[in-house]
């Protein structure tokens, strides 16, 4: 898993595999998206307005956060 911060954005982005690639976003709500595989599995999730949305410590500076 490798979660991102984009300040200028204001958007985070959690990467949970690199196994699968991109295909479709699904909006889940106003500030979440979920992007799926083509065999349907989620291959990352992006949250808009991150600063309202994440704990401080994600939202507060440009980061990446990595685990196995």
Do not use: C
């Amino acid at each position: 898993m490798k979660i991102t911060y984009d300040k200028q954005t204001d958007a985070a982005y959690i990467k949970l595999n690199d196994k699968n690639t991109y295909h479709v976003s699904k909006k889940v709500t106003d500030d979440v998206l979920v992007d799926y595989a083509k065999d349907g599995t989620v291959v990352g999730i992006e949250v808009l307005d991150a600063s309202k949305n994440m704990p401080l410590p994600v939202s507060q500076r440009q980061i990446t956060i990595e685990s196995e």
